[in-house]
């Protein structure tokens, strides 16, 4: 999909009671990657926005299917809808690449907070968090789920991927 087709993917409207409905034209799975460094100023932008308790509106997400079925999420959780609304401040949720953005964060703050696989690749500091590159790069570029999720498994087998075809320290080195 080009960029001129994905830049109406979104349409915004705000609710009576100051939630925010977006209705998305691709499906979760069809959202484009993003820059593993714009991810992690996400998640530097959503751990600020948290700490100043810039609580934001519950969000609902339609996303219409080529059959025209739908898929919804729904973010009334306040820490996601403070996370949310840090990524709309920082890139907006009207566009594919903001809302890919947005889904990512919350797609790798959950992978961290349930698969015990990822602790030793983040670092939690009282100032921030040194996330591994691979876990960032898979998070920031694989698919995501039909239900607008990260796929656990496939993330895993990026990460080791990626692990093991790294350099070792003193690889090469001689003995």
Do not use: H
């Not at 934001?56 to 729904?74: E, H, I, K, Y």
């Not at 939690?124 to 898979?138: K, N, Q, S």
Request: proline share 7%; with cysteine; charged share 25%.
């Amino acid at each position: 999909m080009s960029d001129a087709s994905r830049a109406g993917a979104v349409r915004m409207k705000m609710r009576a009671d100051g939630a925010l409905t977006y209705l998305i034209s691709l499906t979760p799975e069809a959202l484009p990657p993003v820059r593993a460094r714009d991810l992690a100023a996400a998640w530097d932008a959503a751990r600020a926005a948290a700490g100043a308790d810039a609580w934001g509106a519950p969000r609902f997400f339609r996303f219409r299917r080529p059959d025209n079925s739908v898929t919804d999420l729904v973010l009334a959780d306040p820490d996601a809808s403070c996370w949310a609304a840090a990524v709309d401040a920082m890139v907006g949720l009207a566009s594919a690449i903001g809302m890919s953005l947005c889904l990512r964060l919350l797609g790798l703050i959950d992978l961290l907070a349930t698969a015990r696989w990822t602790a030793p690749l983040v670092a939690l500091r009282r100032d921030g968090a040194e996330i591994d590159p691979a876990l960032l790069l898979a998070a920031a570029t694989l698919p995501l789920t039909r239900d607008a999720r990260l796929d656990e498994p496939s993330v895993r087998a990026s990460v080791s991927r990626a692990r093991l075809a790294a350099p070792r320290p003193n690889q090469g080195a001689d003995p």
